[in-house]
Every structure is written in structure tokens, then in C-alpha cells.
């Protein structure tokens, strides 16, 4: 992949247009927001080359959550 492209990160939208994932991230403490920006900002350099301990495959091939490491 090149040093320049960059994954686009799209939260999933409800049909009412909230965006869970936004008001997870709003919740979180200081330090837990940095940890989740931070993963977010990795998954958007390595997109879908990003691995554990970051993501663990689901069973089904190409679908790769992301995880959070605890400290």
C-alpha cells in the first residue's frame, strides 16, 4: 500500500440518521478516547492489512473488527 492512501473510515448511520458509533466515542474518558482515536487513525493507514492484536478475523473472510488491547 502506498505511504499516501488512506483508508475511509464510515460509521454505520440508523435509519434515523443517528450515528452509534459517534456517541460511543462522545462517551468516552480522556484516556479511552485517545486509545480509540488512535486505533482509528491506524485503521485508516492500514485498512484492511491491519491485524491482531488491532483485529481478529469473524469467520467470515474479509471482515475484520477492530479490537482495543487493554493496558
Not at 502506498?2 to 456517541?23: H, K, L, N, Q, V
Not at 474518558?29 to 481478529?56: F, M, T, V, W, Y
Request: aromatic share 6%.
Amino acid at each position: 500500500m502506498a505511504g499516501d492512501t488512506r483508508w475511509a473510515i464510515d460509521g454505520y448511520r440508523t435509519p434515523s440518521g443517528e450515528r452509534p458509533i459517534r456517541t460511543f466515542i462522545d462517551s468516552l474518558e480522556p484516556r479511552d478516547l485517545a486509545d480509540a482515536l488512535a486505533l482509528i487513525k491506524l485503521a485508516e493507514e492500514r485498512g484492511n492489512e491491519l491485524r491482531q492484536p488491532h483485529s481478529k478475523a469473524l469467520g467470515v473472510e474479509g471482515l475484520w473488527p477492530q479490537r482495543r488491547r487493554r493496558s
